[in-house]
């Protein structure tokens, strides 16, 4: 039987009521490939939404190779740099060695010179200590030499020393013996505070007792003029030549074996007796 448009709401009722109709005849209008386009589209939905994931996650790789290749290229280019700078250090340690080879060589020159002049110093230093073993061999006999000199001139002016107060005791008793003195005592040498070379004690025509005082130089001076005169008219040495014995009046006098002009001068005006190998030359003014 044929169905009319009339029949068409009854067929979608029954339809609705008899699921297996509505999937009988969906197959026969649509047919076996239309009927499974639904899934056949999930499934490229859903490979699709793989497919995405699949370039999202490539993407996010390459994104993660393009950050590493980029940190690669940064640390190829730092090493790069790295080695630019090691080649840099290298060529200076190059020039270094090279500089401490040459300064190397200088030092080595160097010590060969010190070492030659250490040589030469050594040599030296033997022939001056030979020298010095033989200058303190001289020295040692210079001194020797000089003791046995100084011995000599010990003696020596010991015994010009002695000739002089020798000289100047018989010109004391010659002068003594044109006064018309008679000598009494002495002449002797007295320690007064500091020896006194010469003290006699004379008698004249009269009776009269004089002590005669003497100090004896080899060369009179101006000064051992001034201090004698100073020295013989102290009240000390009066009263210490009291006290030996010896009474004033005292008549000093000064014998000279060589006599200053200024000396000579100096006894006139301190009114000192002068007694030279010549004789008197100048009476002292008596102490009394």
Do not use: C
């Not at 209008?29 to 499974?36: A, H, K, Q, R, V």
């Not at 020295?139 to 001139?153: A, F, G």
Request: charge should be negative; charged fraction near 25%; avoid cysteine.
């Amino acid at each position: 039987m044929a169905i009319t448009l009339a029949d068409l709401p009854e067929l979608v009722r029954l339809l609705e009521q008899h699921p297996e109709w509505r999937e009988a005849l969906r197959l026969v209008l649509l047919g076996e490939e239309l009927l499974t386009m639904p899934q056949l589209l999930r499934q490229v939905i859903e490979t699709q939404h793989q497919l995405v994931e699949q370039v999202a996650e490539i993407v996010a790789v390459q994104q993660r190779h393009e950050q590493q290749l980029a940190e690669i290229i940064r640390v190829q280019h730092r090493h790069e740099e790295q080695i630019a700078e090691l080649i840099r250090v290298q060529h200076r340690h190059e020039e270094q060695i090279a500089e401490l080879i040459r300064v190397q060589h200088q030092i080595l020159e160097t010590q060969q010179r010190h070492e030659q002049q250490i040589a030469e110093l050594i040599a030296t230093q033997h022939h001056h200590s030979r020298l010095l073993t033989e200058i303190l061999e001289v020295q040692r006999r210079h001194t020797q030499e000089i003791q046995e000199l100084r011995s000599y001139v010990g003696s020596l002016t010991q015994s010009l020393g002695l000739s002089i107060e020798e000289n100047a005791e018989d010109m004391l008793l010659y002068v003594m013996e044109k006064k018309g003195w008679k000598l009494v005592q002495g002449p002797n040498s007295i320690s007064t505070d500091g020896e006194l070379d010469l003290i006699a004690v004379f008698e004249d025509a009269t009776g009269q007792q004089h002590t005669v005082l003497m100090e004896v130089k080899m060369r009179l001076s101006r000064s051992a003029v001034e201090q004698w005169s100073d020295r013989m008219r102290s009240e000390g040495f009066l009263n210490r030549l009291r006290a030996q014995g010896f009474e004033p009046p005292y008549h000093p006098y000064l014998f000279g074996f060589r006599v200053d002009v200024t000396a000579e001068e100096a006894a006139r005006a301190r009114m000192v007796g002068l007694i030279t190998s010549r004789g008197e030359l100048v009476e002292p003014e008596v102490i009394s």
